[in-house]
């Protein structure tokens, strides 16, 4: 199915203006008379949901256990299911406390031909520790990672679904990153924010591309409830005007209680080690404020399917996939 979307409407002022304050004005988005004929595809949240659940059903895609290797090759089987060329990153990458992690990070690439290209992120693994729990005797234990990882994951296989279907004007290459949860945990003590996002450091010094996106998106935490997506310091950084067009886009659909077009602090997610090895200016999608902190599933035992809102994992695919459509 498509969906008829006014893209004039959507898209073309990017005069951020937002009661709640910190914005910053920007320049209108030129868009071509082609772009705003061009019919935006229709983003299923059932459909996303499913793919989520299939993750889950395997149990928390720790690595080097029996689910995460099955949720690998699912991912590989889907991806190529919707006709994308696959690549996959087989290493071994070193944990906070020594061990060695059998990786994968499980690439897609979409319209190979196409020179322009934008390049979207998500993390397939879950965390080990549940050491952000309440009760210290779950700490550690594995998380689900219902939220945290796989609705990253399910709203970009929805888009990948469509991506088969209906043409975009871009090229677009999916990775779905590995090792990103395997950070040192709360009793390890230990402040070393680099045990983190292994798959992404891996995958920024061993880029697998022809031709360098001109931005990327990453998606984490995109399924909670009463989600409170800000903008990251990071991001405000390196990529503010991909940035502006994303969160103007999301409040053009109607998102803007969820997309606040405000600061909301700091984080160390896989795009901090995107835009540092590769240059490609990138954001991150992520439920998170310095006011609230994290979901209150996060790093629980309670981030599992029945918390998580399908209107969320919607609101995030329509205005991804508004925004790839209209380039």
Known sequence: MYKTVLLLLALTGLLACNS???????????????????????????????????????????????????????????????????????????????????????IGVFYPEKTRRVILFAHWDSRPFADNDPDP????????????????????????????????????????????????????????????????????????????????????????????????????????????KVWTAARKLGYGDYFQERQGGHITDDHVYINKLTGIPTIDILDFSNERGFPETWHTINDTPENIDVRTLEMVGKTVITVLYSE
């Not at 994951?153 to 990775?175: F, T």
């Not at 590995?178 to 995958?203: I, K, M």
Request: proline share 6%.
């Open 20 to 106: 709640k304050g910190n914005t910053q004005p920007a320049n209108e988005v030129k868009i071509s008379s082609e772009a705003l004929q061009r019919e935006i595809p229709a983003f299923d949240r059932d459909s996303a949901f499913s793919f989520l659940k299939k993750q889950c059903d395997f149990g928390p895609r720790v690595p080097n256990t029996v689910a995460h290797r099955a949720c690998a090759g699912y991912l590989v089987g889907e991806l190529k299911r919707f006709r994308a060329e696959v690549i996959e990153q087989n290493v071994d990458l070193r944990a906070y406390d020594g061990t060695i992690l059998k990786s994968k990070n499980i």
């Open 137 to 244: 005797a779950n700490h550690r234990k594995p998380v689900m990672g219902a939220n945290d990882g796989a609705s990253g994951v399910a709203v970009l296989l929805e888009i990948a679904r469509q991506l088969q279907q209906h043409e975009p004007p871009v090229g677009i290459d999916i990775v779905f990153l590995d090792a990103e949860d395997y950070g040192a945990p709360s009793f390890a003590q230990s402040n070393n924010h680099d045990t983190w996002c292994l798959g992404a450091q891996y995958w920024g010094k061993n880029p697998h591309y022809k031709i360098k996106p001109q931005y990327g998106i990453l998606l984490d935490m995109v399924g909670g409830l009463n989600p409170e997506f800000r903008w990251d310091v990071t991001s405000s950084q390196k990529a503010p005007d991909i940035l502006k």
